[in-house]
């Protein structure tokens, strides 16, 4: 198919060598959201297993580790290595990004900023993430630290995914979605908004628990100092 033919916003976009899905849309989410689920139901009771007293606090958010680390590494680490030839692509997840890309067309277009967005993500935060899950469930340490470190990545680099489309629709004119509200507030807002909110609250969590810390170590400090 001609690089200017094909379903995407903006119309002019050059997408090379586009074929469309052979996968229908229920098929592609319905292979999406059981891959999900078994997940979490594996990383329940790999969690439970490990320390059998976990709280639910701890294992939704180790369920929530291990989901953003795959998704990561394999979802997102698939688009930064296939970038040039997505458009083409027939595998499963190939299509899968076919799909989202009707509301965000930069992931058919080797787009820099989604390139390095994407790499950094695959690279640094599913394996974090992966890392976080581990501490979690062995109770280390050092999980506040590097929970919070991968959070603000995750937070940060969503908002600026977030920031790069608005500003080229609002100042440039320039839109990535198609005009259903489906592509717009499903795919692109309500998928990319979890990334913003849970981070963001880790961080909150990770500030907490490290203010606790923080604080227990220096009343000893003081305690030993009058002594």
Known sequence: MDALHHPYFPVNAEIIGYAANEWSVPAL????????????????????????????????????????????????????????????????????????AFSDSRYLTSNS?????????????????????????????????????????????????YATSFFDHHIMGVTYYRPEPFYFWFYFIIMNFFWIVIPGYLVYRSAVETAKAV????RVQSTKKVH
């Open 29 to 100: 989410l319905g292979v999406f959201f059981s891959a999900c689920a078994v997940l979490f139901v594996t990383t329940y009771f790999v969690a439970k297993s490990i320390t059998p007293d976990m709280r639910r606090a701890e294992l939704l958010t180790i369920m929530w580790f291990v989901l953003s680390g795959a998704i990561h590494m394999f979802f997102e680490g698939y688009y930064a290595a296939n970038y040039a030839t997505l458009g083409s692509k027939q595998t499963l997840i190939g299509q899968m990004w076919k799909e989202y």
């Open 113 to 161: 900023f989604v390139l390095c967005m994407e790499t950094v993500t695959a690279v640094f935060w599913g394996p974090g993430c992966m890392i976080t899950a581990a501490l979690i469930m062995l109770r280390h340490p050092m999980r506040y630290p590097v929970q919070c470190v991968v959070s603000v990545g995750q937070f940060y680099g969503d908002c600026l995914y």
């Open 215 to 218: 604080a227990i170590a220096q």
